[in-house]
């Protein structure tokens, strides 16, 4: 339940922080007193849309928090799956607006996805207001409510990954059509093509190699002589590298470096001569294996030059970055040409496929459209039964289907109809029904619902709108049996439902700096007398009403 709001720096609010209890709490003040702006900050935590224009004169940043308890242990499952902390005594949800429009979220303070956000608060607390009596015309709505009663999620699921696997068949088909006729209509031009490239035969790397190979057969007699002449300066007799590191091995092995090389654990001179020697010798070696390898041969040039002309008469002509490429485009070319031969024979298999899938989905979807019209028997009894005490004796409720096209939410397509006159011809709610009779078919609605979906929070506004003496009193009496399961808050306008609250607070307005603010309070039993009886006779507050407002006072209290 929620047991704890604190609001800072929003519209009219410099600083609230309110403590409920279960049961049924009322709220109650003159209209403009701020009522709405209460129910505005609270929208925030359920993902409504954030507006700078709500932040307080001077104020840095709007803050709206709130702490719940008792947690449904169930929930465990949704903060394991969004990584967050679980604590079963209690969660704490914040949202914070900032001047530059920007706003932040926090789960037990941890930041979290305004998604994630608004996905727990909705399984926390539900706000009914007079927008939510309008929403029960969307057929959308209908559908989700008469869901929730046929308790069908898992048929439901079912059918919506069978009807996501349906719907990307259909796709692949389509693109798999038009890619065929395309590729049909190029299709000679691009055999043409992969007929050029298969006699090229490209190969990843192959040109930078050919221009390698190019560049030494252009100038193998330059690179022999140079190789050659370095051979010889390392090897030749007398004055080469290697002769003469030859006699500087003899000339040295006849000194003792002992005294001047104490550590023997540091390369000697004669070591480090003997390892320049074998190094040099190495490298002439190989240096003379590279010199006998170069051979000017011209017709080797020449091939090699046609190939090379080839691969960039082709990068060109294929109007590609590179050579490799080349071999990309050959490869695409293939696959391309292998699907419209084989189109023809994979397209019916995949139109096969479709037409299974097609028949499961309509069995899932039969199925599901059995469900609910089970559940609209119950449902429609069910609310008949749960209405007519506040005072629609006459109303008949009815769940109107027609079938229609497969989609997300199956193939049926309903209606709520109402008649609440004998002899009336059953109708849409929105048609037929009055501002009162909506508030409380709603209030039955809601009492319903909230037993299936398990909501340990819900909050009417105003939903006592339109009616008044005996009526309003039996709506108080639904509002008190609904709180024994959860916690109820009610504002209203009404004294006879304000005088079933098990706590009151008066949301109120005051004039002080310059500036209006609202504020919020819990009233006291002769508080509640007062206020309650303001609510009966007006600003002029009479002995008798102060007298009407006790009795109903302590004719609601418990036994």
């Not at 050029?196 to 057969?217: T, V």
Request: glycine fraction near 6%.
């Amino acid at each position: 339940m929620l047991e704890k709001l604190t609001i800072k720096n929003y519209a009219l609010i410099d600083s609230l922080e309110l403590d409920f209890h279960n049961g049924l709490t009322i709220l109650t003040g003159e209209t403009g007193a701020g009522k709405s702006i209460m129910l505005g900050a609270l929208s925030l935590l359920l993902g409504g849309r954030a507006d700078t224009r709500v932040i307080s004169d001077g104020g840095s940043k709007s803050i709206v928090e709130a702490l719940f308890s008792d947690i449904d242990p169930e929930l465990h499952e949704f903060f394991d799956r969004n990584d967050l902390e679980w604590n079963d005594a209690e969660v704490i949800i914040r949202r914070e607006i900032a001047q530059n429009g920007r706003s932040r979220t926090f789960i037990n303070d941890r930041p979290v996805t305004l998604g994630i956000l608004s996905q727990l608060a909705e399984q926390l607390i539900d706000i009914h207001s007079q927008h939510a009596n309008a929403r029960l015309n969307d057929p959308q709505v209908q559908l989700e409510i008469l869901d929730v009663m046929a308790e069908n999620e898992a048929l439901r699921k079912d059918y919506l990954e069978d009807f996501a696997a349906y719907v990307n068949l259909r796709s692949r088909i389509h693109r798999m059509r038009d890619n065929i006729e395309k590729t049909r209509e190029n299709s000679e031009f691009m055999r043409f093509q992969l007929e050029q490239l298969n006699k090229l035969n490209p190969k990843k790397g192959e040109l930078e190699q050919i221009e390698a190979r190019f560049e030494l057969l252009s100038d193998a007699d330059d690179i022999k002589e140079r190789l050659s002449s370095t051979a010889s300066m390392l090897g030749g007799y007398d004055e080469g590298v290697i002769d003469r590191l030859g006699e500087a091995r003899g000339m040295i092995s006849g000194v003792d470096l002992t005294m001047f090389e104490p550590d023997p654990n540091v390369p000697g001179i004669r070591e480090r001569l003997e390892q320049v020697f074998i190094e040099v010798k190495d490298i002439f070696e190989t240096v003379e294996d590279f010199a006998a390898s170069i051979d000017s041969d011209p017709a080797a040039l020449a091939k090699t030059t046609e190939r090379m002309n080839q691969y960039y008469d082709a990068v060109k002509r294929f109007r590609v970055k590179n050579a490799d490429e080349l071999v990309a485009l050959r490869d695409r070319l293939a696959e391309d040409l292998q699907a419209i031969d084989l189109g023809d024979s994979e397209l019916p298999e995949l139109e096969r496929l479709y037409k299974e899938k097609g028949k499961k989905l309509k069995e899932r979807a039969d199925l599901l459209t059995a469900s609910r019209h089970r559940a609209a028997e119950d449902f429609s009894r069910i609310l008949n039964e749960t209405a007519r005490p506040l005072g629609l004796r006459n109303m008949e409720f009815s769940v109107g289907f027609c079938v229609g096209k497969l989609t997300p939410q199956g193939q049926d397509r309903i209606e709520f109809l109402c008649a609440f006159n004998k002899n009336q011809t059953p109708g849409p709610v929105a048609k037929i029904a009055s501002g009162g009779e909506i508030s409380r078919l709603m209030l039955s609605l809601k009492k319903i619902l909230a037993s299936r979906m398990n909501l340990p929070t819900i909050i009417f506004d105003e939903v006592d709108t339109g009616v008044s003496g005996e009526i309003a009193d039996k709506m108080g009496d639904m509002m008190v049996a609904m709180s024994r399961d959860m916690q109820v808050m009610a504002i209203t306008h009404l004294p006879q439902v304000a005088a079933k609250g098990k706590s009151h607070f008066k949301v109120y307005k005051n004039d002080g700096n310059g500036k209006t603010n609202t504020f919020v309070r819990a009233l006291t039993f002769d508080e509640r007398v007062r206020e309650i009886a303001g609510m009966m006779s007006g600003s002029n507050v009479s002995e008798a009403a102060l007298g009407n407002a006790r009795a109903l006072l302590e004719g609601n209290l418990p036994g």
